[in-house]
Structure formats: C-alpha cells, structure tokens
C-alpha cells in the first residue's frame, strides 16, 4: 500500500488532455511538503518530470504542467502524444516515522 | 553531467545478502542525499532509506529497518546497499538516486540493478 494515492491508468487519445492525481496527508502534501513526479517509459530508470510542485526540469515540455492544493497534488499533460505512454509516480516527504520519502501507486497512462 | 552508475545484476539465493553499488560522478559527492529506492515486477517505486555522504548519517524505511544497510565509501565516490535475510518478495530492481535535500526531488537516478532471489 503507497502512501500516496494515485488512480492505477488513466488514458486519452492524441491531442487530448489528462490529469493525474496524487493524494496524500497532513503528514505528507498537507503538510507543505513539495511533490514532485517521475515519468518511466518501460524498461528504464524513472526520469524527474516536475519538481517542486510546478517546476519543469529543463527539457521537459511545458505540455506538462503541476499544481498543488491541500492534501493533493495534479500532474496534466496537454496534447497528448504516442511517447506519452508511460508510468507516472508523485513522491514527496512524510514527517512521520523519523522522515521518510514516500511515493505513489503510480499511473499508467495509455495514449489509445 | 551527474551521473550514478550501479553495480551489476545479482542473483542470490534465499536467505543470503547482496550488496550493490552506485558510483557518483560530476558534482561533489558529500553535497547530497543518496537513496536508494526499489522496484518490485510489474509494482509501483518503493523508498528504502537515504545516506548523507558527509557524515555517513542514514535513514531506513520501517519496512526494511532490520535488514538493510546503507553505507557510503568517500575516497571512492561510492554508495553501498546491503539488503540481508533475502527472500523471494525482494526480487526487484533497486535504484540509487541523489536530492539536495531530503525534501527535494530526486533529480539523477542510476540505471538500476536487477536483484534476483531464489531458492
């Protein structure tokens, strides 16, 4: 069981727009504590996709986007593409148990 | 650039240990957080613990307090992960990857170290 939930697929068709959510707690996002996601393609290591909440890494597209409230955070992605397809995980910092980094169940987004 | 470069593919059997490596290059290793997180077949990134290089300070998830050993070599720019009393469910990929801070992203990952366990 992550600590952060996320929905298991979300998908779209090419141009759309999806977002994925990642719910966490007082301990956690509700905290303040930053989130930040991951993109893996199949096969290999996970890759920053956003920091800090909002920020793009360079290199990113901006037809990513990030946003933050409460106790969740939303990863967009605006006119979906074929090399979209991949998994997503949020992950962020939990105040309990003497610190921990945390993550979500992951999402895997299929582009139909 | 950073980079991280893990050690090899392990296959060991149950009830054994392994330990796996993540080489640092391109930025001063004693400046960030190095942890190490795993990846079970088909299942979601799982954190397993950090290391401060500068001080060989370490934190463990609970789920792995009494079997994992993190620890870190200076002069050789190199952190280590020993996970012990191996049983199947340990099967997995681990991944080295390094933050600013223990709060912060995890911006550089190794490219990951297939661990098998078998009896």
């Known amino acids: 069981q992550s600590v952060l939930t996320q929905p298991p697929s979300v998908s779209g068709a090419p141009g759309q727009r999806v977002t994925i959510s990642c719910t966490g707690s007082?301990?956690?996002?509700?905290?303040?504590?930053?989130v930040h996601w991951y993109q893996q393609l199949p096969g290999t290591a996970p890759k920053l996709l956003m920091y800090?909440?909002?920020n793009r890494p360079s290199g990113v597209p901006d037809r990513f986007s990030g946003s933050k409230s409460g106790t969740s955070a939303s990863l967009a992605i605006t006119g979906l593409q074929a090399e979209d397809e991949a998994d997503y995980y949020c992950?962020?910092?939990?105040?309990?148990?003497?610190?921990?980094?945390?993550f979500g169940g992951g999402t895997k987004l299929t582009v139909l | 650039q950073m980079q991280l470069v893990q050690s090899g593919a392990e296959v060991k059997k149950t009830g054994s240990s392994v330990k796996v490596s993540c080489m640092a290059s391109?930025?001063?290793?004693?400046?960030?957080?190095l942890h190490w997180v795993r990846q079970a077949p088909g299942q979601a990134l799982e954190w397993m613990g950090w290391?401060?290089?500068?001080?060989?300070?370490?934190n463990y998830a609970q789920k792995f307090q009494d079997r994992v050993t993190i620890t870190r070599d200076r002069s050789m720019i190199t952190a280590y992960m020993e996970l012990s009393s191996l049983r199947s469910e340990d099967t997995a990929m681990y991944y080295c990857?390094?933050?600013?801070?223990?709060?912060?992203?995890?911006?550089?990952w190794g490219q990951g170290t297939l661990v098998t366990v078998s009896s």
């Open positions: 990857a390094i933050s600013t801070t223990v709060t912060t992203e995890f911006d550089y």
């Open positions: 391109g930025y001063t290793f004693t400046y960030r957080y």
């Open positions: 290391i401060t290089p500068f001080n060989g300070n370490t």
């Open positions: 007082s301990s956690n996002i509700g905290a303040g504590y930053d």
């Open positions: 800090g909440n909002s």
């Open positions: 992950q962020s910092y939990d105040s309990s148990l003497s610190g921990r980094g945390v």
